[in-house]
């Protein structure tokens, strides 16, 4: 079963880069089946997705976040990153990554790690 777990400093400074690395098992980042992806939910607001990587690692981005963003993947580990740069205190967050099937009809975010407490503050 594919597990996701998150990882990275939690505070981070403002106009700095946040960075963070999922580590993936239970299932290769390079199957076809899956895209993996990153979201964040600051505190008492909604998910906000902000991009994801597929197998071959095309990444694809929230339009309101991509000229901040990059995702990248490291195969040899199969684990995948998430750099977001000029953070503000806007970007504290909680930060998820997932797990993206395609279900049916439908795409499936599923499973999700814990979560990491990513806090901007000087």
């Known amino acids: 079963q594919v597990q996701l777990q998150e990882s990275g400093p939690g505070l981070v400074e403002p106009s700095q880069t946040l960075s963070l690395t999922c580590a993936v098992s239970g299932g290769s980042i390079t199957n076809n089946n899956y895209y993996w992806t990153w979201i964040r939910q600051p505190l008492g607001k909604g998910l906000e997705w902000i991009g994801y990587?597929?197998?071959?690692?095309?990444?694809y981005y929230s339009p309101s976040l991509k000229s901040r963003t990059s995702i990248s993947r490291d195969t040899a580990n199969n684990q995948f990153s998430l750099q977001l740069s000029s953070v503000l205190p806007e970007d504290t967050a909680v930060y998820y990554c997932?797990?993206?099937?395609?279900?049916?009809?439908?795409?499936?975010?599923?499973?999700w790690g814990q979560g990491t407490q990513v806090t901007v503050s000087s």
């Open positions: 997932a797990k993206l099937e395609k279900q049916d009809d439908d795409y499936v975010i599923a499973p």
């Open positions: 990587i597929t197998d071959r690692g095309t990444t």
